[in-house]
């Protein structure tokens, strides 16, 4: 009896981190009294002494998801989005204010097909599953829109200058898909599309890029699994040619009067 409760057990935890949900926060897209402006909220939040939520979402995706509302009026008045997507034990969340501190947007590495695999960064999901009747397909910016489950997603390529490349031996240097940006490098306008969840490949960690002027530039840092052997390639490498500078015997007496500075201080 025992091995089979241990079976049954082990059973319901594959299942669990097998499945694949669509939940979390609920935002509501809608249009202003005069129609021209596109706003959203959260229906679950309630106000706190009238106030509105001081939290922030990118215009465009407002936008866009508005004129996907209009588009599919015939099949819904209120699209089902949401702000966590679970598959595989895997959770990938994209959410405005999460937890109250700021927007939190996972990436996901993303089969487009005949585009290759590529990093996205996930803004929300939307929910078609119950909404498009079976067999049926509505258009909408280019796509072929079915009954399943996409994520909004800005896409990123793959930086192929090799200077960028060979900077460093843990992250890939990529750069965001956008329509514009203003004169410091920051998008204005955002190149958005709807993927199939299905089209998920893994998670990735990816960072901005600090230091550029295009805001638009990131990393993403290789997986984990590669670290090992990216650090035997190194180890094998011939070092001969690195250079390596030498201090001075100036900066070296700065160094020996700092200590000798310190040391003194604490003995006062």
Request: with cysteine; proline share 4%; net charge negative.
């Amino acid at each position: 009896m025992e091995s089979d409760g241990a079976a049954q057990v082990d059973g319901n935890r594959h299942t669990k981190e097998s499945a694949v949900v669509t939940g979390g926060t609920r935002i509501r897209v809608f249009r202003s009294e005069d129609g021209t402006e596109a706003d959203w909220e959260f229906p679950s939040q309630k106000k706190t002494n009238g106030e509105e939520s001081e939290a922030y979402w990118d215009v465009c995706c407002q936008k866009y998801l508005n004129d996907l509302q209009d588009a599919l009026h015939k099949y819904t008045d209120q699209l089902e989005i949401r702000c966590e997507h679970r598959r595989h034990g895997q959770i990938f969340r994209a959410h405005p204010d999460f937890r109250k501190k700021g927007h939190w947007n996972d990436w996901v590495v993303l089969d487009w097909g005949a585009h290759g695999k590529l990093p996205c960064e996930i803004w929300c999901f939307v929910d078609l599953s119950e909404v498009i009747p079976d067999g049926t397909t509505v258009p909408f910016r280019g796509l072929c829109l079915e009954n399943a489950i996409y994520a909004l997603v800005e896409s990123a390529d793959y930086v192929q200058d090799e200077a960028e490349i060979a900077k460093s031996d843990f992250f890939m240097p990529i750069k965001k898909e956008v329509h514009s940006k203003d004169e410091d490098g920051n998008p204005t306008v955002r190149s958005l599309y709807l993927a199939d969840v299905e089209a998920f490949v893994e998670p990735v960690v990816v960072v901005p890029n600090v230091g550029s002027e295009d805001k638009c530039m990131y990393f993403q840092v290789k997986r984990r699994k590669t670290w090992a052997n990216e650090f035997i390639k190194w180890v094998e490498l011939p070092h001969n040619l690195d250079e390596i500078e030498d201090s001075t015997d100036e900066e070296e007496e700065e160094e020996e009067e700092v200590v000798v500075d310190e040391v003194e201080e604490e003995e006062d």
